[in-house]
């Protein structure tokens, strides 16, 4: 009895970790950022450094103002939620760029959300406004897709996400040999 309640809580560790993954987002928690002139190039000087890998130069992919929608082709989408909120997806494969980060504006502040390195060419996530004075979170103002060009790859280790499978994928494989090769005592 006890045997079996522990390999049904493997099996479900198991699956819970399986599952995580697809969960993950591909942005990271936002830096807040704070300076006057939003020009696209003023933008760029002064976040395109914090993004930019070894050989890479920090280009606009896209912007948006005012709640405007992505023109087709650009490979993103852009869902706008509650006051100050998106929720945006991208494919960039085939383009010969990498979202590095987006830049959301609003009020008198701004968020950079990194982008996960296994996140670069495809992925999705949330981004939003950050709150200004008052408390309360601004409207959206303009939205940057901020990519990269002509990047040297570097190695990286492995994320979460890939250890969470690996590590789901070898406990079920454990509860399945035990299951299969060992007689359970009743």
């Known amino acids: ?28 928690t936002p830096v807040d950022v704070n300076f006057n002139n939003q020009s696209t190039a003023n933008i760029i000087s002064q976040v395109g450094s914090s993004l930019a ?14 709640l405007a929608s992505p023109g ?3 490979g993103f989408t852009i869902t706008y939620g509650s006051t100050g909120s998106a929720t945006i997806s991208w494919n960039l494969a085939g383009k010969g760029t990498e ?6 504006f609003g009020g008198s502040a701004a968020n950079l959300y990194k982008v996960t390195t296994d996140g670069e060419l495809t992925g999705s996530g949330s981004i939003i406004t950050p709150l200004n004075h008052g408390g309360q979170i601004p409207g959206i103002s303009h939205i940057l897709f901020l990519g990269a ?7 990286s280790v492995p994320d979460a996400a890939n250890t969470s499978i690996l590590l789901g994928a070898s406990l ?9 090769f060992f007689k359970h005592k009743q």
Do not use: C, H, W
């Open 1 to 28: 009895m006890q045997s079996n309640k522990l390999r049904k809580g493997i099996i479900g560790l198991g699956l819970g970790l399986l599952g995580s993954y697809a969960a993950e987002a591909s942005l990271l």
């Open 53 to 66: 890998g070894p050989g890479e130069t920090v280009i606009n992919l896209l912007r948006l103002d005012d």
């Open 72 to 74: 087709s082709g650009t």
């Open 99 to 104: 979202l590095e980060g987006v830049y959301i």
């Open 149 to 155: 060009k002509d990047g040297i790859p570097v190695p």
């Open 172 to 180: 079920l494989g454990i509860s399945f040999i035990r299951n299969r």
